[in-house]
T-cell receptor, first 110, second 113 residues
Framework: GQQVQQSPASLVLQEGENAELQCNFS?????MQWFYQRPGGSLVSLFYNPSGTKQSGRLTSTTVIKERRSSLHISSSQTTDSGTYLC????????????FGHGTILRVHP | DPKIIQKPKYLVAVTGSEKILICEQY?????MYWYRQSAKKPLEFMFS???????DNQTASSRFQPQSSKKNHLDLQITALKPDDSATYFC????????????FGPGTRLTVL
């Protein structure tokens, strides 16, 4: 089964609305990371967040390791936020292997 | 300036041929990785290296061989190419191998005809 489940699969917002993206893990994990994938492909690290809450501008990530979940909150969305948001987990042996979810495709309309 | 360089950006190959994908990082990191993203599949981990030593290999095929000539280089040689190898290949790096934030390169999009 899928070890990393992201929801929703896609989301459409009007500019200015907020978004909450979820990531659930089927196994225990050591850490997790959120990425933004631009149309065109490159990945940008948003948060490395093994536990707790981190904020960067309009983005907030909250990870609860014991509950095997993480969320990404986007406030006051902008059209430039459109793209794919990926979460990934690291577990097991200390090899750096990340296991990714399928992503949430976000479209923000003006 | 880009901190992780991947070359080439696009690559077209014929079935059965061999190609090398180049990756160089200028972040001073000690660990490097390769991932693959195929259509409609999540990003898949392939290899991890730390201090130029293999830490993990999740590829089923020996046709994929990483090559590390320097600490900040991790190239990927692919032999006997198949159409199923068509994908975008991403190189990444982190300060240490494990428990560290990973940073990704721009990717090499490989098409095998």
């Amino acid at each position: 089964g899928q070890q990393v489940q992201q929801s929703p699969a896609s989301l459409v917002l009007q500019e200015g609305e907020n978004a909450e993206l979820q990531c659930n893990f089927s196994t225990s994990l050591n850490s997790m990371q959120w990425f933004y994938q631009r149309p065109g492909g490159s990945l940008v690290s948003l948060f490395y967040n093994p536990s707790g809450t981190k904020q960067s501008g309009r983005l907030t990530s909250t990870t609860v390791i014991k509950e095997r979940r993480s969320s990404l909150h986007i406030s006051s969305s902008q059209t430039t936020d459109s793209g794919t948001y990926l979460c990934a987990m690291e577990r097991g042996a200390n090899t750096g292997k990340l296991t990714f979810g399928h992503g949430t495709i976000l479209r923000v309309h003006p | 300036d880009p901190k992780i360089i991947q070359k080439p950006k696009y690559l077209v190959a014929v079935t059965g041929s061999e190609k090398i994908l180049i990756c160089e990082q200028y972040l001073g990191h000690n660990a490097m990785y390769w991932y693959r993203q195929s259509a409609k599949k999540p990003l898949e981990f392939m290899f991890s290296y730390s201090y130029q030593k293999l830490m993990d290999n999740q590829t089923a095929s020996s046709r994929f061989q990483p090559q590390s000539s320097k600490k900040n280089h991790l190239d990927l040689q692919i032999t006997a190419l198949k159409p199923d190898d068509s994908a975008t290949y991403f190189c990444a790096s982190s300060q240490s191998g494990g428990y560290a934030e990973q940073f990704f390169g721009p990717g090499t999009r490989l098409t095998v005809l």
